[in-house]
Structure formats: C-alpha cells, structure tokens
C-alpha cells in the first residue's frame, strides 16, 4: 500500500509564493516520476509539472519562470516552489507518483490567490 500526503496549501495573496509538499510512504522500491497537477472550479485536471527520479523536469507553459518542482529521493518526497501567484493559479493541487507500474494519487491541497 503507497500512500501520499500534500501539505503546504493556503490562502496568498497575488505575487506571493507558496510551497508545497509531497511524501510518499509504504512499501516503495523505486518512484519513477513524481509531479503536480491541479483542478480548477468546473476545469479538468491538468499537469502543473513533473519531475524523474534523474530530476528531469517538465512545465505546464502557464507556470514556467515561475515555479520550480524538486525532489529528494532519499525521503520519496516531492516539492512544489510556487513564485509569482496569480489568482489564475487557485486550484486544488495533487501530488502524483508513478510507482512500481501504478499510478498514484494525494487527496489535494487548496491554492487560492486572492487579494
């Protein structure tokens, strides 16, 4: 059983930052990708960035110069560096990783940006 745990949502005001994090926990060999989607209000899912177990990173168009996604694998964590929030950032972030062949999801963390 892999479970993962977001913390580090909340509520910022535009051009602030916030980070976020990811841990996953169980019986975990090796993570291949790990990465951050949000959902916005009445939006599909979509990919905010990825990171490979040889920190190879890939961005959503929308947030790249902004945010910044790492990883330590010693402690199967993910990180999310959000710079420069925009209210068009508000969304409900989860954490994913892609583990042994399966995919795997955290029970999200609220993002707004309001003033």
């Known amino acids: 059983q892999v479970q993962l745990v977001e913390s580090g949502g909340g509520l910022v005001q535009p051009g602030g930052s916030l980070r976020l994090s990811c841990a996953a926990s169980?019986?975990?060999?090796?993570?291949?990708?790990m990465g951050w989607y949000r959902q916005a209000p009445g939006k599909q899912r979509e990919l905010v960035a990825t990171?490979?177990?040889?920190?190879?990173?890939n961005y959503a168009d929308s947030v790249k110069g902004r945010f910044t996604i790492s990883r330590n694998n010693a402690k199967n964590t993910v990180y999310l560096q959000m710079n420069s929030l925009k209210p068009e950032d508000t969304a409900v972030y989860y954490c994913?990783?892609?583990?042994?062949?399966?995919?795997?999801w955290g029970q999200g963390t609220q993002v707004t940006v309001s003033s």
């Open positions: 994913n990783a892609y583990i042994h062949y399966s995919d795997y």
């Open positions: 169980g019986s975990i060999f090796s993570i291949d990708t």
């Open positions: 990171v490979t177990k040889y920190a190879s990173t």
